[in-house]
Structure formats: C-alpha cells, structure tokens
C-alpha cells in the first residue's frame, strides 16, 4: 500500500469511535498536520488551543485523544476526563476513555463509566476484575522470549505462551486488542466466560484467564477474549507488550520485554520514527504520511534491524 493510500487509512481510523477528529471545528488546521505526519505542528495546535480555550472541552477533547495516541494514557485520560467535566457529551468521552481504562488496568473506572457503550458482559468482566485484579510476576529486569519473524504483512511474529497451563501459538497484531483465542480451540472452554456461548457480536466474548505466560512473564487473572472467525489459534495484540518496551529481534528470534517499561540503553546513531496509536494499528511517520507498523513500506527496516516499541514515548528506535 502507497504512502498516499495509508494516509487515507489513518484519516479514517482517526474518524473512528475511539479516534475521532473533528473536522468541525476550529482545530481543523491540527487535525490536517497530523494527517499529513506533522507530528511537532500539530502537538503545538493543540496545546495552543487547550491553552487558550482552558475550559473548551472540544479543545480538551482533542488534546487528550492526541496524547493517547501519542502513548500517553493516563494524561489525555485526565484531559478527556476534565472535557466531560466542562460539558462534553459523556457518550463521546466514554468512546474514548473505555479502551484506555482497560488497558492501562483501571477497571473501577471502567466499570463505573458513566454513558458507556459496554456491553453487559463486558461490564460484568471489569466488576469482576475489580474484585480480582490482575496480578503481574516478573523476576528478570529483561525477559527474552522466543518468536518467529512474520514472513508476510500484516503481522509481527507468532509467539508461543501458555494460557491457563496449556501452550498455544499467537499470532502478534497491532490489529487486536489483549490476547484474542479462536472460539475453535479448546482453550476457550476452560477459561471465564462473561456471555453465553454466542458469537454474534464483533468485539467477541470477554473474558478471564487465570494465568498468562510469556517467557517468564506471568499475569495472573488476565483479560482475554474469545472469538470466531480468526485465522489463528490466537492472536496477541501488540498493546499487550506495550507497557513492557519491547525490543524485536528478528536476527536472533527474541523478543526482549522490559518489566519496568524503560528499555535498554538504545545506540545514539538509532533511527526513531514517531508513532500514532489508532483504534485497530499502530502507525509510524513515513514520507508526509503514515503507514502500518506491518505494512510493505516498513517489512524491510524492520525485517533486518532490531527495534523497540517505545510506546510511552510515541516512538519506534531502529537500531544501526
């Protein structure tokens, strides 16, 4: 896919329902700089306006919705948060602020949301999390786990963890969220169901497994969700590893995840390229546009170099 065609990708997906940028209104010059990868341009846009608009929730709007993309979770959620406070419609904050809840693990807050869009099963499974929060074990500083490099876009690798004991392949993708296991598995049987054995709904079945492995990396009492219709055993959302700094190895086969979520000492001469985190990619600045972390334009560099997901950051580092 062209730099061109990827640009129109990211302006959709920053129309999304989590991602929205309104064109409407009189930050529409911001929107346009980010759409065309002028990261610095726009950032400035929107604190000016936050700055002086302070009690615009528009203006807040934007500027919390940008940080998050931009790898800052908890800030935008605060400016999101103060937006509803000052009269935004508490259906467009909870759009944004759901999957930010859930990622970051705040599940009172989920589970309390005012004008969510959750479904019933999904409001049970974070009541549920509130009283059996997910418990991280992590006894190394770096933890390397094996993968195997993708051969073809729109993957990262295939990684091998364990789900409740049991072994199973995932498929690493910026396009899911959390670990999503194939209903045809018989994994999905021995996990905490939120939902009757019905498949109907897109986001697929939420719910809880008592432990995740990756590596020696454990989570105990993780999110998931089961799913039809996906062409792996499961796939594991590149989210999953974010707060981890995950350094890719595909000469080695390694993943390194960092527990602390600082990488390591990363070389000066290291290339960084921004990133843009939208609702089903994770973008990267390329040629007055954007393109999928997994597209064709990117498979070379990545393909043939370490790199880290700097997410905190807004940022991957391609070392030499």
């Keep these: 896919m062209t730099v061109r065609a990827r640009c129109g990708l990211a302006a959709a997906?920053?129309?999304?329902?989590?991602?929205?940028l309104h064109s409407q209104t009189t930050?529409?010059?911001?929107?346009?700089?980010?759409?065309?990868?002028?990261?610095?341009?726009?950032?400035?846009?929107?604190?000016?306006?936050?700055?002086?608009?302070?009690?615009?929730?528009e203006a807040r709007l934007q500027l919390g919705r940008y940080l998050i993309s931009r790898g800052a979770l908890r800030v935008?959620?605060?400016?999101?948060?103060?937006?509803?406070?000052?009269?935004?419609?508490?259906?467009?904050?909870?759009?944004t602020l759901a999957p930010v809840y859930l990622q970051v693990g705040e599940y009172h807050q989920l589970a309390t949301l005012p004008a969510s869009s959750l479904t019933s099963a999904e409001l049970a499974r974070a009541r549920w999390l509130v009283e059996h929060p997910p418990?991280?074990?992590?006894?190394?500083?770096?933890?390397?786990?094996?993968?195997?490099?993708?051969?073809?876009?729109?993957?990262i690798g295939t990684v091998s963890i364990r789900v409740n004991g049991r072994a199973i392949d995932a498929v690493i993708s910026p396009r899911v969220r959390g670990l999503v296991v194939s209903d045809t598995n018989a994994l999905a049987t021995q996990v905490r169901r939120f939902s009757p054995g019905v498949f109907s709904t897109p986001r697929g079945l939420p719910a809880v497994a008592d432990s995740m492995t990756i590596g020696r990396l454990s989570l105990a009492n993780a999110?998931?969700?089961?799913?039809?219709?996906?062409?792996?055993?499961?796939?594991?959302?590149?989210?999953?590893?974010?707060?981890?700094?995950?350094?890719?190895?595909?000469?080695?086969?390694?993943v390194l995840l960092?527990?602390?979520?600082?990488?390591s000492v990363l070389p000066a001469s290291a290339a960084v390229l921004q990133t843009l985190a939208v609702e089903?990619?994770?973008?990267?600045?390329?040629?007055?546009?954007?393109?999928?972390?997994?597209?064709?334009?990117?498979?070379?560099?990545?393909?043939?170099?370490?790199?880290?997901?700097?997410?905190?950051?807004?940022?991957?580092?391609?070392?030499?």
């Design 27 to 57: 930050d529409t010059r911001a929107d346009s700089m980010l759409r065309d990868g002028a990261i610095g341009r726009a950032e400035s846009l929107y604190y000016a306006a936050a700055r002086a608009r302070p009690r615009d929730p």
């Design 258 to 263: 960092h527990p602390t979520g600082i990488s």
């Design 76 to 95: 935008g959620a605060t400016l999101v948060e103060e937006a509803v406070r000052f009269g935004l419609d508490p259906h467009v904050g909870a759009a």
């Design 135 to 155: 418990r991280v074990v992590a006894p190394d500083s770096v933890i390397a786990v094996a993968y195997r490099p993708a051969t073809a876009p729109g993957a």
């Design 223 to 254: 999110p998931i969700t089961v799913a039809s219709e996906i062409d792996a055993p499961a796939l594991l959302g590149l989210d999953a590893f974010y707060s981890y700094a995950p350094t890719f190895d595909p000469r080695s086969r390694r």
């Design 13 to 20: 997906l920053l129309v999304g329902a989590s991602g929205a």
């Design 280 to 320: 089903n990619d994770l973008l990267v600045a390329r040629g007055g546009g954007w393109a999928s972390v997994t597209s064709t334009l990117l498979a070379p560099t990545l393909r043939d170099h370490r790199w880290t997901v700097d997410f905190k950051r807004g940022r991957i580092v391609v070392e030499p």
